[in-house]
């Protein structure tokens, strides 16, 4: 699971390339003794930010929650209740070869986190992942029942193949 509030302590020897690269990082208790685990994960913490927001009531509240999720790299998940907006985007200070560039000033946050309980090994399960507004717009009708004015979800997609 996400931690909500996240930063890194991006260590400067880390050294792997990618975002992506923790999905094939060794488990924490393979780390060798006196290793520095952020040479094995691929920046995992620096790649995104989740900030709480209001758990959504009504179809105003989902149209925001909507509204969001129109935005590139935007999802909303809920954890034991509380509702986060996530972004998936890189730190723009982080390098390509994954190490912090502004590690001297880097915000209090990054400086608060510590490899002891980062989402290292984590798995990243959501209770719910809300990703695209058709999914807001199912969740909201399932939660509320339909949409005074109707459904604004998309027409189900035709088939390519013109009826004789
Ligand atoms: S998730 Fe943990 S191991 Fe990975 S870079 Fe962040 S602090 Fe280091
Ligand atoms: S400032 Fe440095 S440690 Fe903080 S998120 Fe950006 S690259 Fe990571």
């Not at 040479?39 to 995104?48: E, F, Q, S, V």
């Not at 009531?57 to 509702?83: I, N, P």
């Not at 199912?138 to 029942?145: K, R, V």
Request: with cysteine; charged share 25%.
């Amino acid at each position: 699971m996400l931690t909500k509030f996240r930063g890194a302590t991006l260590m400067p020897e880390a050294t792997l390339s990618s975002c992506s690269a923790y999905c094939a990082a060794p488990r924490r208790e393979d780390i060798p003794p006196g290793e520095v685990l952020c040479k094995y994960c691929g920046a995992k913490c620096c790649c995104y930010f989740a900030l709480p927001i209001d758990k959504p009531k009504d179809w105003q509240d989902f149209d925001y929650v909507r509204w969001y999720l129109l935005h590139e790299r935007a999802a909303v998940f809920t954890e034991e209740g509380c509702w986060y907006l996530l972004v998936q985007n890189r730190c723009k200070h982080l390098g390509d070869d994954n190490l912090c560039g502004i590690y001297e000033t880097r915000p209090q946050i990054c400086r608060d986190y510590t490899t002891e309980n980062c989402e290292y090994s984590d798995d990243w399960v959501y209770d719910h992942l809300l990703e695209t507004p058709e999914q807001v717009e199912e969740y909201a009708e399932a939660l509320l029942g339909p949409r005074e004015g109707g459904s604004r979800r998309g027409p189900r997609p035709q088939s390519p193949i013109p009826n004789p």
